[in-house]
């Protein structure tokens, strides 16, 4: 039997904190892939990301990843549909379907 994910009652089955990773994975691989795409907003996102934010989930007193990604789905959404960027757009709809 597999296993049923519960957002609404438990969050059972469900890694947020992962989730927002695959986030963040998305948005240095495009950022790598258009480096246009990265601007001062997005530079002051991703300096409170920490360096290996799959294990700390937080950076010296600001908010956590999971936090940050939710708080920031419009405009996130908006970068990756900029760019048509597939890949970052289903991340983005799971980890805001699921957790945010």
């Given at each position: 039997m597999s296993?049923?994910?519960?957002?609404?009652i438990?969050?059972?089955n469900i890694d947020c904190y992962e989730n927002s990773a695959l986030v963040?994975?998305?948005m240095i691989e495009l950022f790598?892939?258009?480096?246009?795409s990265k601007n001062r907003l997005w530079n002051n996102f991703m300096n409170k990301i920490?360096?290996?934010y799959r294990e700390v989930f937080e950076?010296?007193?600001n908010k956590d990843t999971l936090y940050l990604v939710c708080a920031?789905?419009?405009y996130i959404s908006d970068l990756f549909?900029?760019?048509d960027f597939e890949a970052g757009i289903e991340v983005l709809e799971q980890v805001e379907f699921e957790c945010c």
């Open positions: 296993e049923i994910k519960d957002r609404y438990t969050f059972d963040i994975d998305a790598k892939l258009k480096p246009e920490p360096q290996n950076k010296d007193g920031n789905v419009f549909e900029e760019y």
